[in-house]
């Protein structure tokens, strides 16, 4: 079956880069996202790639696919206090409605 | 713009009593929505979704129910909560064009006690 898999944390220094990992075990899985929760608040999704694509950047966020390790990551350049949240990982096939999600990595930034 | 509500934020329930909460959407047409439970701030549990007026997937069989009566309205109910149903519910909805970007409500935290 499908699954998802995450660390469960990450502990980083303001300033320095974060990068958080996620494997995946669905071989047709077409679109992947990372979503970000901060506490006591719903998911935000923060961006996503297609499985033909192997590197995304949006401002400070840099996500790099591996499909053939079924790899994915979300590099935050710059990581700031404010970035400290759950960050979720997801993926899905182009036949279904339902998105998997990874169990959430806890970024924890400190001064 | 799209936007999606949630309500209550907070609940407080003894076990036993009935539970009924509610989610709308605003701006779009014939959205797919979604309910999930998330237990102890991890991990996420899908346990309904809809992809039109009353018609409604059960992803896993409990003490809940879901309801459709609207197109941009979802509701989460229970006749008799048990402790167990305590946690973080989330509702979200998605445009159903394959991308499926879940758009999240703020969520209702529940404790049963």
């Known amino acids: 079956g499908e699954d998802v898999e995450q660390s469960l944390f990450l502990s980083v220094r303001e300033g320095d880069s974060s990068v958080i990992n996620c494997t995946y075990t669905?071989?047709?899985?077409?679109?992947l996202y990372w979503y970000k929760q901060e506490p006591g608040a719903g998911l935000q999704l923060l961006t996503y790639i297609f499985s033909n694509m192997d590197m995304k950047q949006d401002q400070r966020l840099t996500v790099l696919l591996n499909k053939k390790d079924k790899h994915l990551s979300l590099r935050i350049a710059d990581t700031q206090t404010g970035d400290s949240a759950i960050y979720f990982c997801?993926?899905?096939?182009?036949?279904?409605?339902?998105?998997?999600f990874g169990r959430g990595t806890s970024l924890i930034v400190h001064p | 713009s799209q936007t999606i509500h949630q309500w209550p934020a907070t609940l407080v329930q003894p076990v036993g009593s009935p539970l009924s909460l509610e989610c709308t959407v605003e701006g779009t047409s014939n959205p797919n929505l979604y309910w999930y439970r998330q237990a102890a701030g991890r991990g996420l549990q899908l346990l309904f979704y809809?992809?039109?007026?009353?018609?409604i997937s059960s992803e896993v069989p409990q003490n809940l129910s879901a309801s459709r009566p609207q197109d941009r309205q979802f509701i989460l109910s229970s006749k008799k909560l048990l402790l167990s149903d305590s946690g973080f519910y989330l509702c979200?909805?998605?445009?159903?064009?394959?991308?499926?970007?879940?758009?999240f409500g703020s969520g209702t935290q529940l404790s049963v006690l």
């Open positions: 669905d071989s047709s899985s077409t679109y």
């Open positions: 997801a993926e899905k096939t182009g036949g279904s409605y339902i998105p998997t």
């Open positions: 979200a909805w998605a445009l159903g064009t394959g991308y499926e970007k879940l758009f």
């Open positions: 809809s992809v039109g007026i009353g018609q």
